[in-house]
């Protein structure tokens, strides 16, 4: 809806009023187009402001309504009444002018904007470009560079940057509605030709081409597959090459392909499954209504080696008073300096001063005496982590709560040791910590709610998407990693190569594949887990062939690569070759050819050709299939949780939407079917065959991703 008043006689004030962002749904777009036109008509009204209620302008088209038929007057029409008026039309932006919101602001004569307000054309992000003339009307206005940087990229910008960029006339700290108005009884009268943008011509940089050629390698290497950021480029261009008509046109054409594209389906999914999981449920489903989460203004760090230097400067820009604790002096010196330079680079990055004051560090345990919470992040040890959680209980508070960013140590054991099992739960970060958006909130058997409320609204305060997961090796995340990796080692045995594996699935839209992304994290972390699990050494049955552990397929190819001290980038050669120690640029080494050679040679194995089809499949089916177990044990509370585990944390492509929607999206018997037959195919390789959840909801023919958790329910049930 729009709402329509007058003014200071002469001024009509038409309010979208749509919360919570005004979007403009249907019956807005209608409420603007009658309160337009009812004030063209007014021969008493000289101007308009358009704004928006409750203080926010507009948060664009309204996402919902993507999926349903469409209904009310299209956007593009309502722009252009408003432009070819014969009446000033200025929009008041206070808070967001986003999509839609911006192409509506574009369309009015002039723009004032409040200086705490952020504009973007984000529709990038949903698979689409924004199509109610912002690839036409953005480029006339600032030039092509900037719209291309705006439009490709989706970020939001400040009102500042809005005005030197000149989309917006005006920047007011104080009512910009006011300022509006001030503004429309100010240029009444005024020629209007000049302010409509698309009557304008387009600045044309002196290299156009090699502006657009650049633009396009960009976009390419930022997403890779992605349709819409091409797409983007294509419009930005018919905006510098065409008339605004014939622009119109192209751009209307492209966004036709995107609309209907599985890529967009895919990015809106993601869109609400973000905001979904914020309004987190137990992974076994179940809400508590009544968790509240405690205050955390002090907390305590242990362990300053990669992780914990990361959860140190997360907290300390959360405005979190942190002691951090290391166990010698030369680690304690090295993690101070690690910590001061990563604040104060990203102060300096944001022109602030780096809030040193708010961390501490030390060697003594007992300085964490009065903190609210703790993050253990020592070595990956279930006796180290159980020897310091003893200490905590007797050192802290009683009411501390105490967290572990173990990556997949049962978090309930190390409740045990503890005299507050309640207050005990994971906080799986991902490195770098101070980057990665995921955080894995693991509640244990024993977790209260109070405990899991903090750490999941922690994670908010710290900027990241926390997900609430299980207590059960490896999490959600890390579960079902290490069969995406079995699989691609499996794939090596078979006859592929590294960058083989890699290339197909970096062709699937993966940032890294999954070789380049053991080399950059080290070899030498899963081998430690699989001594410690004892799958190698001394423990293992003799009577086991190598290429079995209690008979299921396993691969020792990892592990002899770290017998031959191929640990990855750190050691300057993994599965790839690498120009030094610590080196990034990967380059496929003939000697993993050799090495792959002769160890087939060894098990009698002859080489096959693998598709880049077979890799994706197996590798990204697995994940899908353990996906389903996962809900099936109530360790995620859904798929859409699962999925933002994947996009956040694992490098998933998000035009994919997740390892689930992918899955559904693919079809559900389709993954049952090929999952079926590469069991045939690998009978000792258990995770392939396909899980209970996922043959149920082929049998309830393939119902929405939405609906699964129906089907959940129902498998829980009969547990
Ligand atoms: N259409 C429909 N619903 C929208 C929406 C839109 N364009 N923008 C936001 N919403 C909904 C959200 O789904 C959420 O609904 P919920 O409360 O039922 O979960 C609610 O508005 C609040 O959004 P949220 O993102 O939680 O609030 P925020 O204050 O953190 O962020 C925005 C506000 C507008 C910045 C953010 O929602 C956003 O980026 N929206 C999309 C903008 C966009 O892409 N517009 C172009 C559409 S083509
Ligand atoms: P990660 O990569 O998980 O951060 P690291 O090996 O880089 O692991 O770091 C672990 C850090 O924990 C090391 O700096 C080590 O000195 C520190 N540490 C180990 N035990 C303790 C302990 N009992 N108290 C405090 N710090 C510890």
Not at 160 to 189: M, P, Y
Not at 277 to 282: F, M, P, Q, R, V
Not at 414 to 439: C, E, I, N, W, Y
Not at 588 to 617: K, M, N
Request: charged content about 20%; glycine content about 10%.
């Amino acid at each position: 809806m729009a709402r329509y008043a007058r003014t200071r006689g002469s001024i009509a004030l038409i309010t979208l009023t749509n919360p919570p962002v005004n979007a403009l749904s249907a019956v807005v777009r209608k409420g603007i187009t009658e309160a337009v036109a009812r004030a063209f008509k007014d021969t008493q009204v000289k101007a308009v402001v358009l704004c928006g209620e409750n203080g926010k302008f507009c948060g664009g088209a309204d996402i919902r309504e993507f999926a349903k038929p469409m209904s009310g007057p299209p956007l593009v029409p309502m722009i252009h009444a408003i432009e070819a008026g014969e009446k000033p039309v200025v929009a008041a932006i206070e808070e967001m002018a986003l999509g839609g919101g911006l192409e509506l602001a574009l369309g009015c004569h002039y723009r004032v904007a409040h200086a705490k307000a952020r504009l973007g054309l984000p529709e990038v992000a949903l698979g689409l470009l924004p199509a109610a003339g912002g690839t036409q009307r953005l480029p006339r206005l600032t030039g092509i560079p900037a719209a291309l940087d705006l439009i490709t990229t989706g970020r939001h910008i400040s009102a500042q940057e809005a005005l030197k960029l000149g989309i917006v006339d005006r920047v007011t700290e104080g009512n910009a509605v006011e300022a509006a108005v001030e503004l429309a009884l100010s240029v009444v009268g005024r020629p209007l030709a000049p302010r409509r943008l698309s009557n304008r011509a387009t600045p044309l940089p002196a290299d156009l081409d090699g502006v657009f050629e650049e633009v396009l390698v960009q976009v390419k290497r930022r997403a890779r597959g992605a349709m819409a950021p091409v797409a983007c480029v294509k419009a930005v261009r018919a905006a510098a090459e065409l008339p605004y008509s014939r622009g119109m046109e192209c751009e209307r054409e492209l966004m036709n392909t995107l609309f209907t594209s599985g890529q967009a389906r895919a990015l809106q999914y993601c869109f609400f499954a973000q905001r979904a999981a914020g309004k987190w449920s137990l992974p076994n489903g179940a809400r508590w209504d009544n968790s509240r989460p405690r205050a955390v203004h002090t907390a305590g760090v242990i362990g300053l080696g990669t992780m914990g230097r990361g959860i140190a400067v997360c907290l300390v820009k959360a405005g979190i008073s942190v002691v951090a604790v290391e166990t010698e002096e030369k680690q304690l010196d090295l993690g101070r300096r690690a910590v001061k330079g990563m604040l104060e680079r990203d102060a300096k990055r944001r022109g602030v001063t780096a809030p040193l004051h708010l961390i501490t560090f030390t060697l003594s345990l007992q300085q964490l005496r009065d903190v609210d919470l703790v993050i253990e992040a020592v070595f990956e040890d279930m006796a180290l982590k159980k020897s310091v959680f003893t200490k905590l209980s007797r050192v802290c508070r009683p009411n501390t709560l105490l967290c572990t960013n173990t990556s997949g140590l049962d978090v309930d054991e190390l409740a045990s040791v503890t005299d507050r099992p309640p207050l005990v739960v994971g906080m799986h970060f991902f490195a770098p910590a101070h980057v990665m958006k995921l955080l894995e909130v693991v509640c244990g058997p024993r977790s209260s709610p109070e405990a899991v409320a903090t750490a999941m609204t922690m994670g908010k305060r710290l900027g990241k998407v926390s997900i609430a997961v299980g207590n059960c090796p490896g999490f959600v995340g890390n579960r079902m990693l290490k069969l995406y990796l079995d699989q691609a080692h499996f794939l090596l045995e078979e006859g592929a190569s590294p960058e083989q594996v890699d290339q197909a699935l970096e062709e699937f839209g993966f940032a890294l594949g999954i070789f380049k992304v053991a080399d950059l994290s080290g070899l030498d972390i899963g081998w430690r887990v699989r001594k410690a699990a004892g799958q190698i050494g001394p423990d293992v049955d003799p009577k086991f062939p190598s290429r079995h552990r209690q008979g299921r397929r396993y691969c020792p190819l990892p592990d002899l690569m770290c017998e031959q001290g191929r640990l990855g980038q750190k050691s300057g050669r993994g599965w790839y070759l690498y120009d030094s120690v610590g080196g990034k640029e990967a380059r496929p080494d003939p000697a993993i050819s050799s090495f792959l050679q002769e160890y087939r040679l060894r098990y009698g194995i002859s080489a096959r050709p693998v598709t880049a089809q077979e890799v994706v499949e197996r590798c990204v089916f697995v994940l899908a299939n353990e996906g389903f177990r996962i809900l099936e044990d109530g360790m995620a509370a859904g798929p859409e949780d699962i999925d933002m585990v994947y996009v956040f944390g694992y490098g998933w492509p998000r035009h994919r939407g997740g390892p689930m929607f992918h899955a559904a999206q693919v079809g559900l018997a389709t993954v049952l079917q090929r999952l079926e037959f590469y069991h045939g195919q690998n009978p000792d390789v258990p995770h392939l065959q396909p899980s209970t959840l996922l043959r149920r909801l082929v049998g309830a023919g393939s119902p929405p991703i939405q609906q699964w958790k129906q089907h959940i329910r129902s498998v829980h049930s009969q547990l």
